[in-house]
């Protein structure tokens, strides 16, 4: 992904000295120093461009005296959203800050600040220009046992990994042959980018030559085969 430019994606030029003020409220950034922890718990990214960013941050008052804080959500150095919150005394808030994204042309990654008190978290999000990838589940074969002999146990390792940034759920299935017969399956559900290994067992036949034949491993979305090798028993 690309850089993500303050000038060219928000549109805000603040000179030499400037007060820079929260989107939507009018008000300079002020406030106490109060001392704080503060913790990004979640965002929404990706998010598809033009649409809101949503950013779930945890402020912790570590005073012995309840306080109002001023919570401000920063990209590129620039306050976006902001709110002010009364926290009690060693107390917590957890609240949550938006930001329309630039309906940018390309995808971008850039880094998002949550500021209150005495400090600050950061995390990095994607918008992507035509919307975040659909989830799906690319297969990969990435070992089999063979040789085996004949009547002997096939295994057939295979890693799974969902392609989208949403979770999604399917099943693996091993096939046989030319005829591709279903021996094996597995249910897997995985979440956005997530990878999954599993082993599939597949008895073979008693056979008494020598055989070679295909073993594929698929999702419905993917698929990746194999020739394996069985020793017969002759």
């Not at 400037?18 to 002020?30: K, L, P």
């Not at 001023?70 to 800050?97: F, K, M």
């Not at 975040?132 to 009547?151: C, E, F, K, M, W």
């Not at 979440?191 to 419905?220: I, M």
């Amino acid at each position: 992904m690309g850089g993500y430019d303050r000038r060219t994606f928000l549109g805000l030029v603040g000179g030499a000295g400037a007060t820079v003020v929260a989107s939507g409220t009018g008000q300079a950034r002020t406030g106490a120093q109060v001392s704080t922890s503060v913790t990004i718990q979640a965002t929404n990214s990706p998010v598809g461009a033009g649409d809101v960013l949503h950013v779930s941050p945890e402020v912790w008052n570590l005073e012995y005296t309840g306080s109002n804080v001023d919570v401000v959500l920063e990209v590129s150095d620039e306050i976006v959203d902001s709110e002010q919150v009364w926290i009690e005394p060693r107390g917590r808030s957890a609240l949550g800050l938006e930001y329309e994204t630039y309906p940018v042309r390309q995808d971008v990654s850039f880094p998002v600040t949550v500021e209150a008190g005495t400090d600050s978290d950061t995390t990095t999000v994607e918008v992507y220009a035509n919307g975040p990838p659909s989830p799906g589940l690319d297969v990969s074969i990435v070992g089999t046992n063979d040789p085996v002999h004949a009547g002997d146990w096939l295994q057939v390792t295979a890693d799974v990994q969902n392609t989208g940034t949403t979770s999604t759920s399917g099943t693996a299935r091993l096939l046989v042959g030319s005829d591709q017969d279903q021996v094996d399956a597995e249910s897997v559900s995985l979440s956005g980018g997530a990878t999954r290994r599993l082993t599939f067992r597949y008895e073979t036949y008693p056979v008494r030559q020598d055989v070679s034949f295909p073993v594929t491993v698929t999702t419905g979305d993917d698929s990746d085969t194999r020739t394996v090798r069985v020793w017969g028993r002759g």
